[in-house]
Structures are given as C-alpha cells and as structure tokens.
C-alpha cells in the first residue's frame, strides 16, 4: 500500500497536488488564540520596574493569576461553550443567523473569559501557584557540587 500525502489526514485545507496547501481557519484561529495568550503573559508588565520586593511579589502573583485564567479560559472553558453552541438544535426561526454564527466564536472568548476572572476556579488557582513556585525555583541560583 502506497501512501500519498493526499491520502493522510491533514489539519490544511487546499490542493495538494498543486501544493497550494493552506492552514485550516479553525487551526489557524486556535493556534493565534494561543500564541496571544502565551504573549501575554508578560506583555502587561514589560517596561514597568521597581525596586520594592514585596511589589515585585505582587505583580508576579498578579501576572499568574491572570495567566492562569487565560489559560484556564481558552483550554477548557472555551471549548465547553463552542460545544454548547454546536449542539443548538433550535427550530428554523429561533437558529442563529449567518451573522451571528460568525461572531460566536469571539463572544464564546470573551464570555469564557469573564467566567474565568468572575468566578474563583480551584484550576485556576492550583495553575497560580503552580507558576509562581516555578518562578521561585527559576529566581534561585542552582549550585552543583563537583568532585
């Protein structure tokens, strides 16, 4: 059995032939969802200095919380409201329009969103101080014995 490269699944949408092969919208949009929630996860703090330990402490609690719940929001909340939102089974009249279907997905980011920083998630707590332990052990110097 020969395997072809149009005959593996793939997450592109095009053809392959001509090798005019071009990323799936949804893989896309999800994977741009990601790196923006990873970019910023430091970007509210970048250019801001100060000498104080205790607000360093603070900040860098404050930069795990809310990376925590970005996280927590686009990973398990998110997909939890666009599946809700897929199995819509409403009649003709009450089922979203093709306006409303398209801007859904950016209202199910932003609802997971306020849901994460409304409510006090135990996850998004455990992610929180998972990272800021991270960050400790990080800040510390690591001496190596040598013999």
């Known amino acids: ?19 005019t092969l071009l990323p799936d919208a949804s893989l896309t949009r999800e994977q741009a ?18 000498d ?18 970005r996280l927590v929001a686009v990973v398990l909340v998110q997909p939890i409201l666009k599946q809700m939102r897929e199995s819509n089974q409403a009649a003709e009249p009450f089922k979203p329009t093709r306006g409303e279907q398209q801007f859904q997905s950016m209202l199910d980011a932003k609802f997971a969103q306020e849901i994460t920083q409304s409510a006090r998630f135990p996850l998004v707590d455990r992610l929180a101080r998972d990272m800021r332990q991270q960050l400790r052990t990080d800040a510390q110097p690591q001496f190596t014995a040598t013999a």
């Open 1 to 19: 059995m020969q395997v072809t490269s149009t005959s593996l699944p793939t997450p592109f949408a095009g053809d392959a032939s001509r090798g």
């Open 33 to 50: 969802d990601f790196s923006r929630i990873l970019s910023m996860s430091g970007a509210a703090e970048v250019g801001k200095a100060d």
């Open 52 to 69: 104080s330990a205790d607000a360093n402490d603070t900040s860098a609690n404050d930069r795990a919380r809310e990376t925590a719940e």
